[in-house]
């Protein structure tokens, strides 16, 4: 075998298998941080050994042998006792054993216990996508417009902390599932939307995310069938997610949401979308992500019959910035009110936002941009398309951006 069928083995298992295979030897070692680097060693050893000797029948129980043997050699050079820790023969007949009907999923299992009341709620989201989907904190730290270092030294406090204070990796009590799923949802939409926004060609395909956000999410609802917001957040993402082919040409350029090819949508996936909306809602206790959801059900129907509800939908716009303080709720609300009200109603909504909040998060600079055009203002427009192209990383929407710079002048 050679290297780049190593690789290509060791990636796979990554993408199935990393949250279920650190959930598991976190919960014996009681320590995220150690887990991680257990298992980053057991991933580098397999490229090492596998394409000399093959890739082993299971390499799932391979790496989790690996991880565990370098956790142990830790633990013995820290001179830490270890006799609480389960013999592999358990954990590996654990890993395999039918999961249970209560909790379908043992990246679920980790995602609550990152959700614990004992971890500061600033980290929890961040904790559980570096701890189940492996996103590095450069990455994490775009999505909540911070430093690199900052959300690394968080994300380090959180997992002492876990450490530190036997935060116990057992499934939380029934009772204590809905009090944490506003955590866990928030993670999951977080990585979905880093997914969609990830720049074709970078290391790990927004499809893959997106994918395992949507089908981690399917998993709530699955668990907690009678939370509205799981529900919610499932036909938010797939209403979204059933454009995704109609986003960018064949050759790549991007297309904004108006002028899409409607028959490029995935019809059935946005079927499964205002199912789960109907669903949601027949529950009637209303939030974020329902709200979310049928903005994004009114921008599909607008777009198929060419007729914008426009009081609808400002209306569900004010909704959602009342039930959320999101920074995007606020800037996609303003955008609104600008396209449906005046260029200068959206600017003003726009001026609303504290600066300190905006200073790097590129969409509200690409909408600033759009109305100050739209008002006439070329000067401030332009300042405006300037700092939007800094901040954009995706090649597709630089062009996108110039473009609409150049039908102006």
């Known amino acids: 075998m050679n290297e780049g069928d190593a690789q290509q083995a060791a990636e796979t298992a990554a993408r199935g298998s990393y949250g279920r295979l650190l959930s598991l030897i976190a919960r014996s070692t009681r320590d995220i941080a150690a887990a991680e680097d257990a298992l980053a060693e057991a ?17 799932e129980a391979w790496l989790l042998t690996a991880a565990r043997r370098s956790a142990g050699h830790v633990r013995r050079h820290l001179g830490v006792r270890d006799a609480a820790a389960p013999a592999l023969e358990q954990v590996y007949e654990a890993m395999h054993a039918r999961p249970s009907p209560d909790f379908p999923d043992e990246r679920l299992k980790l995602m609550f216990v990152c959700a614990h009341p004992a971890i500061d709620e600033s980290v929890r989201t961040p904790l559980m996508l570096q701890t189940i989907l492996g996103l590095d ?4 730290a775009r999505a909540f417009l911070v430093e690199a270092s900052a ?27 809905a009090e944490r799923l506003e955590d866990v949802l928030a993670a999951i939409y977080a990585a979905y939307t880093l997914g969609w926004d990830d720049v074709p060609g970078e290391a790990r395909a927004g499809d893959a995310l997106t994918g395992e956000a949507i089908f981690l999410a399917g998993l709530v609802v699955q668990l907690l069938p009678d939370e509205p917001e799981a ?6 993402m797939l209403a979204s997610e059933a454009r995704a082919k109609a986003r960018r040409t064949a050759d790549g350029t991007y297309v904004p949401l108006m002028a899409q090819d409607v028959q490029l949508w995935d019809g059935a996936m946005m079927a499964q979308s205002e199912a789960a909306l109907r669903a949601a809602a027949a529950l009637r206790r209303p939030g974020r992500f329902q709200t979310e959801a ?18 609808a939908l400002l209306h569900l716009y004010d909704v959602l910035v009342r039930q959320s303080p999101a920074i995007g709720a606020a800037v996609a609300r303003a955008v609104a009110y600008g396209e449906h009200a005046g260029a200068e109603d959206g600017l003003a909504r726009l ?13 509200y600079w690409a909408a600033r941009f759009h109305l100050l055009q739209a008002a006439g203002r070329r000067k401030e427009a332009a300042s405006a ?3 939007a192209l800094e901040l954009t990383r995706d090649p597709a929407l630089v062009a996108f951006l110039r473009s609409r710079l ?3 002048d």
Not at 294 to 311: E, F, K
């Open 43 to 59: 991933f580098a050893r397999a490229l090492s050994v596998w394409p000399e000797r093959g890739v082993p029948d299971n390499p």
């Open 351 to 363: 001026d609303e936002i504290s600066p300190d909040r905006v200073a790097r998060y590129q969409p």
């Open 406 to 408: 150049s039908k102006a």
């Open 151 to 177: 959300m690394s030294q968080r994300l380090v406090r959180a997992k002492s902390k876990i450490r530190d204070a036997g935060v116990a990796f057992e499934v939380p009590e029934p009772g204590d599932l």
């Open 385 to 387: 398309h300037a700092k």
């Open 137 to 140: 904190a450069a990455r994490i």
């Open 231 to 236: 529900k919610g957040l499932l036909a938010l």
């Open 294 to 311: 049928a903005i994004q059900s009114l921008h599909n129907q607008s777009v198929m019959l060419g007729d914008v509800p426009a009081r």
